[in-house]
T-cell receptor
Framework: SQQGEEDPQALSIQEGENATMNCSYKTSINNLQWYRQNSGRGLVHLILIRSNEREKHSGRLRVTLDTSKKSSSLLITASRAADTASYFCATYSSNTGKLIFGQGTTLQVKP | ETGVTQTPRHLVMGMTNKKSLKCEQHLGHNAMYWYKQSAKKPLELMFVYNFKEQTENNSVPSRFSPECPNSSHLFLHLHTLQPEDSALYLC??????????????FGPGTRLTVT
C-alpha cells in the first residue's frame, strides 16, 4: 500500500494567498521530505524534516510533522505564479530502506 | 541545474527497438536510482545502486536492464518494450550513510514513448 498520500489532489489559489498541502503516511519513519515538480521535469528537493522535529522553515515554506497522527503539512506563504507545480511528500524508513513518494498535490497559482 | 543530467530528453521507439537511457551525476554521491513516472500514478522506484552494487530491483520486467559502470554513471537499457512502458523515466542520486537516506537530486527525465 502507498506510504504517503497527499491531500488535496489539486489546489487552485490566487497569487498572494497561502497554500497548504497535507501528507499522511502509515508506518513509522525516519524522515519526511517534500519535493516540487514543474510540468514534465524532474523533482526538486524542498525540505527534509526528521522524525524528532516538529516544524521547519525554509524561506516561504513551512513544514510541520506530527508523528502521533502520522501526518505532515507544507505551507507556502504569499504564493507566486512561479509556485505552480506538483508537490510530493516522500517518507523514508530505515525498516524498508526506501524513500516512498506519494501521488502529489497539483498547485495552480493564478496571477 | 541539480547536478544530474539525463540523455536523451525525449525518445520515441518501436516495440522491437533497443535503446539506452543515460544518467550522469556530478555531485559525488554514492547512490543512484531509476524511477518511472506514469500519469495518475505515484513515482515508482525501479532500481537502486549503492556504491555501484544493485541493492534494489522492484520486480521490474527483464525488458528493462540497468547498468552502473561507476558511481557517477547509470544506464537503463531498453528492449522489446510495450506501449504501457511509455512514461517519464527519472534518474536520481543521493548520499547514503549510516543514518539512511537523505535528499535525492533528480535529473530532468527522459520522456519515453513506445509506439
Amino acid at each position: 500500500s502507498q506510504q504517503g498520500e497527499e491531500d488535496p489532489q489539486a489546489l487552485s489559489i490566487q497569487e498572494g494567498e497561502n497554500a497548504t498541502m497535507n501528507c499522511s503516511y502509515k508506518t513509522s519513519i525516519n524522515n519526511l521530505q517534500w519535493y516540487r515538480q514543474n510540468s514534465g521535469r524532474g523533482l526538486v528537493h524542498l525540505i527534509l524534516i526528521r522524525s524528532n522535529e516538529r516544524e521547519k522553515h525554509s524561506g516561504r515554506l513551512r513544514v510541520t510533522l506530527d508523528t502521533s497522527k502520522k501526518s505532515s503539512s507544507l505551507l507556502i506563504t504569499a504564493s507566486r505564479a512561479a509556485d505552480t507545480a506538483s508537490y510530493f511528500c516522500a517518507t523514508y524508513s530505515s525498516n524498508t530502506g526506501k524513500l516512498i513518494f506519494g501521488q502529489g498535490t497539483t498547485l495552480q497559482v493564478k496571477p | 541545474e541539480t547536478g544530474v543530467t539525463q540523455t536523451p530528453r525525449h525518445l520515441v521507439m518501436g516495440m522491437t527497438n533497443k535503446k539506452s537511457l543515460k544518467c550522469e551525476q556530478h555531485l559525488g554521491h554514492n547512490a543512484m536510482y531509476w524511477y518511472k513516472q506514469s500519469a495518475k500514478k505515484p513515482l515508482e522506484l525501479m532500481f537502486v545502486y549503492n556504491f555501484k552494487e544493485q541493492t534494489e530491483n522492484n520486480s521490474v520486467p527483464s525488458r528493462f536492464s540497468p547498468e552502473c559502470p561507476n558511481s557517477s554513471h547509470l544506464f537503463l537499457h531498453l528492449h522489446t518494450l510495450q506501449p504501457e512502458d511509455s512514461a517519464l523515466y527519472l534518474c536520481a542520486s543521493s548520499q547514503e550513510g549510516l543514518a539512511g537516506v537523505y535528499e535525492q537530486y533528480f535529473g530532468p527525465g527522459t520522456r519515453l514513448t513506445v509506439t
